[in-house]
């Protein structure tokens, strides 16, 4: 596909995640941050969160989602600053507009599906948010939508307290789904020749998720089946997590066949028994059987317990930490990385596909941009002179 530009208003990690896709497309991504006001730090809050990274306004939360991406300043709560905006989508042009504004400032800032397609009718807009645009007041914080998407209910053990999981998943599920919908909507494109507008709910994005528990709802359930289960799952067992010499694996029986062939080998053969040999069965034994493979495990090593339960083709693995991802051979060779301003290397992850393209493509992309470091290059691009230029910033509509 060809490269083609977003232009998106953005801030934290939901959508910066989402448009940081597009740039491993090769594509181009232009985001806008606000002018500074008051005595607050200029730009994204998320430029100034985490280590920093040579500059102040690089910190490590900012850079992983925001490499290989442009930056600009723009007063949008001016009208000035507006028709800049409208300016920079027919004139750059710009494909896709993006933005994680609340509903409710759609309009005033000049930001609407309306005001923007009128100048360029095959634009893609795409407004993300917690709950969608019936919902326009509504902030949104992955945290806060795990505990309200029954997430954090579902997570963490039995007879504790609701937990967060370990990464923002909600955040990266709603940026995962700007990515897909604006590739769906770039193939009706190409068939009509018209744009369109994408409204996506962070909650719901969370919500569709719930595949295996909302239906349960009807179809009749107990109640530990849609309540913390901590590492076990609901409905097989054993699955679980079980402790070695040097660490902890993961071992996942998904069926009565896996079970023969672990209770085939020697060291888990006491296990064995009629009422075992069904998973139904199991279950009535469920913390038994755990506290009976735990008496074997914690006698391995984790690497050589993988190995003797891979070999009966079983599904076990080694408890990871991230150091330890990276060194993954399957990931390490797929990183990506970038280099601060004094040329600190930076790994980042992978692209969640490898895609033929990629070989053609840079695996080292340029850092973050630092706040308003490319506003008065895309001005120029879009035609605006040096005394245009300098009146804005002198009223403040560029920073």
């Not at 490269?3 to 896709?21: D, F, K, P």
């Not at 497309?25 to 985490?50: C, F, H, K, M, Q």
């Not at 000049?110 to 919902?135: F, K, M, Q, R």
Request: contains cysteine; glycine residues 8%; charged residues 20%.
């Amino acid at each position: 596909m060809e490269s083609l530009t977003v232009l998106s208003l953005e801030q934290a990690l939901s959508l910066s995640y989402g448009t940081q896709r597009f740039v491993q497309l090769g594509w181009r991504v232009i985001r806008i941050e606000a002018t500074p006001s008051g005595n607050r730090l200029p730009g994204d809050p998320n430029r100034y969160v985490g280590k920093e990274g040579d500059r102040p306004d690089l910190h490590s939360y900012f850079i992983g989602p925001n490499v290989g991406k442009e930056a600009i300043s723009l007063n949008l709560k001016d009208i000035r600053g507006q028709e800049i905006l409208r300016r920079l989508i027919a004139d750059l042009p710009v494909d896709i507009f993006a933005s994680n504004t609340l509903p409710k400032r759609y309009k005033e800032l000049g930001i609407d599906y309306e005001t923007l397609s009128a100048v360029n009718p095959g634009l893609i807009w795409v407004g993300l948010s917690a709950l969608g645009p019936d919902y326009p007041d509504a902030p949104g914080y992955d945290p806060a939508l795990q505990a309200m998407m029954g997430y954090m209910d579902l997570t963490g053990v039995p007879n504790g307290p609701p937990m967060l999981c370990g990464v923002p998943f909600v955040d990266l599920k709603a940026g995962d789904e700007v990515f897909a919908n604006v590739c769906l909507a770039l193939a009706e494109r190409a068939r009509t020749g018209k744009g369109t507008r994408i409204d996506i709910s962070m909650a719901q994005a969370a919500a569709s998720w719930l595949v295996t528990t909302i239906p349960l709802l009807d179809l009749g359930y107990v109640p530990h089946e849609i309540r913390r289960s901590g590492n076990e799952h609901r409905e097989f067992v054993p699955v679980n997590v079980y402790p070695t010499s040097d660490g902890y694996i993961y071992l996942a029986i998904g069926n009565d066949v896996q079970w023969a062939r672990l209770t085939s080998i020697e060291a888990f053969s006491s296990l064995a028994s009629p009422t075992r040999e069904t998973n139904q069965g199991r279950k009535q034994e469920r913390d038994s059987i755990h506290r009976e493979i735990e008496s074997v495990t914690h006698n391995y090593e984790a690497g050589a317990l993988v190995e003797l339960l891979g070999a009966k083709g079983l599904v076990a693995a080694p408890i990871h930490t991230v150091p330890q991802v990276i060194d993954f051979p399957p990931i390490r060779d797929a990183l990506l990385e970038t280099q601060t301003p004094s040329g600190n290397r930076v790994r980042l992850p992978p692209p969640s596909v490898e895609r033929e393209h990629l070989a053609s493509v840079e695996r080292r992309l340029p850092c973050a941009p630092t706040y308003n470091q490319n506003t008065e290059r895309v001005l120029k691009e879009a035609g605006f002179s040096h005394r245009e230029i300098a009146r804005l910033r002198q009223s403040a509509i560029i920073a």
